[in-house]
Nanobody
Framework: QVQLVETGGGLVQAGGSLRLSCVAS????????MGWFRQAPGKEREFVAA????????YYADSAKGRFTVSRDNAKNTAFLQMMSLKPEDTAVYYC????????????????WGQGTQVTVSS
């Protein structure tokens, strides 16, 4: 049974930082690209960042470039999203997702999803 479990969300003031973690189990982690998506109330789930199977290639939404960093530790079956200079508009539920094979940025191409972790940025 595949499981993705996100942790690290919380309440932070604008300008602050958070580091999200996503621990995967039940799949050969190094065979999967990992993505981070977010969904704010009343909005569609949107792409934030993704990282290739080896970690050599990363991709970011324009809103995340320069502020967020995606990484992974294949030995620990864990992906990370380091978020800095947070803004109130970053408030959302953040999800990690796993996709077999090459990295993609479209949410419907991902095979497995976590339950999400809430990030709230106060102004």
């Amino acid at each position: 049974q595949v499981q993705l479990v996100e942790t690290g969300g919380g309440l932070v003031q604008a300008g602050g930082s958070l580091r999200l973690s996503c621990v995967a189990s039940g799949l050969p982690f190094s065979n999967y690209a990992m993505g981070w998506f977010r969904q704010a109330p009343g909005k569609e789930r949107e792409f934030v960042a993704a990282i290739s199977r080896t970690g050599h290639n990363t991709y970011y939404a324009d809103s995340a470039k320069g502020r967020f960093t995606v990484s992974r530790d294949n030995a620990k079956n864990t992906a990370f999203l380091q978020m800095m200079s947070l803004k109130p508009e970053d408030t959302a539920v953040y999800y990690c997702a796993a996709k077999l094979g090459p990295t993609r940025v479209l949410r419907w191409e991902y095979d497995y999803w976590g339950q999400g972790t809430q990030v709230t940025v106060s102004s």
